[in-house]
Structure formats: C-alpha cells, structure tokens
Antibody, heavy 121, light 110 residues
Framework: EVHLVESGGGLVQPGGSLRLSCSAS????????MHWVRQAPGKGLEYISG????????YYADSVRGRFAISRDNSRNTLYLQMSSLRPEDTAVFYC??????????????WGQGALVTVSS | QSALTQPPSASGSPGQSVTISCTGT?????????VYWYQQHPGKAPKLLIY???KRPSGVPGRFSGSKSGNTASLTVSGLQADDEADYYC??????????FGGGTKLTVL
C-alpha cells in the first residue's frame, strides 16, 4: 500500500524559510514523478511544483517560482520542498502527491495527509 | 479566480443522481482528454475518482462516471449515498506540466 507522510510544517514569520519533507513507501519511489499541491484554509487546490522520477526536471507554478525549490532523494525515498521568502498568502496545507503513471499529464493517485504551513508574524 | 469553473454547490437526495460541471477553455478541457476528478472529505486528502475524462481507478465504484463535451467536463454521481457528501474538484492538463484545478463543488446529500 502506498504511504506518503509529510513533515516539517509549522509557524514561520513572513520572509522566513521552511523545508517540507515527504517520506514515501509502498511503491518504487524512483519510478514516479512527485508533486506538491497546496490548499489555503477554506479554499481549493493549487498545484505548486513537480519533479520527474530522477530529479532532473522540475516544474513550478508562477506563484512560487523563484521562491520554492523541489528536490528528491531517491536513496531515502523522500521528496522535499524548500520554501523561502514566505508570504502570508502561502499559508496552506501542503500535500505531496504521486503521479498515477508516466507522463506529464498524469493525475495524482496517492496523496499524503498534508502539512500545515502558517506564515504570520 | 480558479482556472476551471465549477458550481460552488450541488445537492441531491439519497438514491438520486447529481451532475457537477467543470468548464474550461479550448486550451485545456477542450483540447486534451486529460480531465480528472478528485473527491475530498473534510479534513482529508483528495482522492482520485476519475482520470482521462471517464476512467475509474481500481476501487472507485461505478456510481461515479465522467464525460466531456467541448470545453465542459462533467462528473455524475448516481445512486447518491450519505458518504458521497464531500468536495469535488476537477482538474485538467493544459500543457507545460502545470495542471489546472477547479474551485471545487460542495456536494450535499439531503
């Protein structure tokens, strides 16, 4: 069974940094693209970033490009999201998600439970 | 403002059918057969219900079905059950590996 567990969320001041981790198990981690999707309180889903199976290709939404960096360590079955220059509007639950199959159009078939990031002074 | 447009709410009685729409443009929903639907119960992670317009992952009941016409995709839930009460999000591939999401529809089972 696929299991994704996010960690690293918390309260951070505007302008600060935070690194989220997503520990994966139950599937061949280095065979799939992985992604981060966030959900602001009471709002809808927003795609943030993705990384291909070997980490050589990354994707970012305009809202976070230049401030967030996605990476992965396939030896540790772990996905990361380094967030810097955080803004109050970045406050959200951040989900890591796995691609269902190969290809950039693939949907996300497994999601973590989410990590809450609160940006406030 | 979300890239894909969904009605904010929908409702139906147990046993009935309800359809939720998702309107995009000729650059996303209208161009690709890569439309997805997710179900999200309160406080839970989203769950993939439909992929590639009308395909169901293993374990998703046949009561959930998807379709598309032009720039509008639809999710139909038949034989409504109490547990179907949740938020539903559509999503579409739009090129450049940046999937779009709808604003979500809250389905209430009366």
């Amino acid at each position: 069974e696929v299991h994704l567990v996010e960690s690293g969320g918390g309260l951070v001041q505007p302008g600060g940094s935070l690194r989220l981790s997503c520990s994966a198990s139950g599937f061949t981690f280095d065979g799939y693209s992985m992604h981060w999707v966030r959900q602001a309180p009471g709002k809808g889903l927003e795609y943030i970033s993705g990384i291909n199976y070997n980490g050589h290709t990354t994707y970012y939404a305009d809202s976070v490009r230049g401030r967030f960096a996605i990476s992965r360590d396939n030896s540790r079955n772990t996905l990361y999201l380094q967030m810097s220059s955080l803004r109050p509007e970045d406050t959200a639950v951040f989900y890591c998600a796995k691609s269902y199959y190969y290809g950039e159009a693939a949907p996300f078939d497994s999601w973590g439970q989410g990590a809450l990031v609160t940006v406030s002074s | 403002q979300s890239a894909l447009t969904q009605p904010p709410s929908a409702s139906g009685s147990p046993g009935q059918s309800v359809t939720i729409s998702c309107t995009g443009t000729s650059s996303d929903v209208g161009r690709y057969d890569y439309v997805y639907w997710y179900q999200q119960h309160p406080g839970k992670a989203p769950k993939l219900l439909i992929y590639e317009v009308n395909k169901r992952p293993s374990g998703v009941p046949g009561r959930f079905s998807g379709s598309k016409s032009g720039n509008t995709a639809s999710l139909t839930v038949s034989g409504l059950q109490a547990d179907d009460e949740a938020d539903y999000y559509c999503s579409s591939y739009a090129g450049s590996n940046n999937p779009l999401f709808g604003g979500g529809t809250k389905l209430t089972v009366l």
